[in-house]
């Protein structure tokens, strides 16, 4: 598994996020490398309402167990079934000046 760190503006309008707000997302790739998926990660990231997208880091993991946050396990087995999910932490980054 692929595991996706960086962040994302949203652009949509929904009452759990705010329009314009950059969050850190991590992303679960199950198949592939990043290069020949970074397509495919945007559309699902667009669909989703996130756009201006930085990758920052990536890893590969063999399996979940070292992964302790009991979220980041569900998108992790959400990934192994669909190919890919997202995680977007609730708080927005602060603005850097």
């Avoid at 950059?22 to 756009?51: A, K, P, Q, S």
């Avoid at 997208?53 to 302790?68: C, G, M, R």
């Avoid at 569900?74 to 977007?88: D, I």
């Amino acid at each position: 598994m692929l595991i996706i760190s960086g962040s994302a503006e949203y652009m949509a309008e929904n009452n759990k996020f705010t329009k314009g707000d950059r969050h850190i997302i991590t992303l679960f790739l199950n198949n592939g490398e990043l290069e020949e998926n970074l397509v495919t990660i945007e559309d699902f990231l667009n669909n989703l309402g996130w756009d201006e997208i930085l990758i920052e880091q990536t890893e590969w993991v063999a399996d979940n167990s070292t992964i302790e946050h009991s979220i980041l396990q569900q998108a992790y087995a959400k990934a192994e079934n669909q190919g890919l999910s997202l995680v977007a932490f609730n708080e927005p980054l602060a603005c850097a000046a």
